[in-house]
């Protein structure tokens, strides 16, 4: 089965500065990234996905890049501010003959510094 | 608001009682799950359905039994449960197995 796995476990930047979390996958055959964000006592909620036909997807401060061929994806946060303090989770799902749940990475805990 | 509505948000149990969990979504998709969020570990998926029929279950033991009477609504029903089964339990629903999935708040678990 998928294998994700998810770096750093804890990051801390100073506002205003950047961020980027990293995930490797194992399974050739996933084709969609999402990227989750979760505060505390919340659900995650998805704040950008990418699928295995792009490299590169923004969204505003929020940029997600896919290296298909290394298997790994990375979210990258510019101009960071108080409220992305949160855990960031990674995921990937390949195209199976049924439904497929998500497999997670373990999450990145990250925290803004004023 | 994700449209994914879980009750309660709350839940302590005992080991012999019996409880159920509750998952409603208004977005009109035919796709839910349970997922079991512990600490320090990645979230585990337990549970798939696809139009109402179960594709997946990921190893889970007996206690946890689900059930999806539609496309709407996804219970998780809880018995005789362990201390180690407390967690954060969410669902989430999506349009086909291959779209974005959307999560609700979860029900924080502690069994006693």
């Known amino acids: 089965g998928e294998n994700v796995e998810q770096h750093p476990s804890t990051l801390s930047v100073q506002e205003g500065d950047s961020a980027v979390i990293k995930c490797t996958y194992s399974?050739?055959?996933?084709?969609?990234f999402p990227w989750y964000k979760q505060e505390l006592g919340k659900g995650p909620q998805l704040i950008i996905d990418?699928?295995?036909?792009?490299g590169e997807k923004k969204d505003q401060r929020i940029a997600v890049t896919l290296n298909k061929t290394a298997k790994h994806f990375s979210l990258h946060i510019t101009e960071t501010q108080p409220e992305d303090s949160a855990v960031y989770f990674c995921a990937a799902r390949a195209v199976g003959g049924g439904a497929d749940g998500l497999t997670f990475g373990k999450g990145t805990h990250l925290i803004i510094q004023p | 608001e994700t449209g994914v509505t879980q009750t309660p948000r709350h839940l302590v149990m005992g080991m012999t009682n019996k409880k159920s969990l509750k998952c409603e979504q208004h977005?009109?998709?035919?796709?839910m799950y349970w997922y079991k969020q512990s600490a320090k570990k990645p979230l585990e998926l337990m549970f798939v359905?696809?139009?109402?029929?179960?594709?997946e279950n990921n190893s889970v033991p007996s206690r946890f039994s689900p059930e999806c009477p539609n496309s709407s609504h996804l219970f998780l029903h809880l018995h005789t449960l362990q201390p180690e089964d407390s967690a954060l339990y969410l669902c989430a629903s999506s349009q086909d197995s291959e779209r974005e999935a959307f999560f609700g708040q979860g029900t924080r678990l502690t069994v006693v």
């Open positions: 977005l009109g998709h035919n796709a």
């Open positions: 990418i699928r295995s036909n792009v």
């Open positions: 359905y696809s139009l109402e029929e179960r594709v």
């Open positions: 399974d050739s055959a996933s084709n969609y």
